[in-house]
């Protein structure tokens, strides 16, 4: 199955509203993980070690599946993230 990272970076408020959406996210996260399909999920931090935005790397069917996941995740539809993106991947290391 394809894997995909999904990248959402906070919005200027992102770190208020993290807090308060986390246990939303968390539950949208766990329907993923309960299949097996996340391979990483965490934040992002800066040198503070702040949380400034996530990634997390999941299998999906296709492309567009793994979009519609994204999309529905709450951190994005809170306003959490200012902006985000899918990409599909392909793990070269480890082999």
Do not use: C, N
């Not at 999904?6 to 986390?22: K, N, P, T």
């Not at 993980?33 to 069917?61: K, N, Q």
């Amino acid at each position: 199955m394809p894997l995909f990272a999904f990248i959402g970076h906070d919005a200027a408020r992102g770190g208020e509203l993290r807090a308060e959406v986390r246990p939303a996210h968390l539950a949208a996260l766990e329907q993923l993980a309960s299949r097996g399909r996340i391979v990483h999920a965490g934040p992002m931090l800066d040198e503070e070690g702040r949380a400034v935005g996530s990634v997390i790397l999941f299998e999906a069917d296709d492309l567009e599946t793994a979009r519609g996941i994204a999309a529905r995740d709450p951190y994005v539809s809170k306003g959490v993230f200012a902006r985000y993106e899918v990409y599909e991947t392909r793990v070269v290391f480890p082999r």
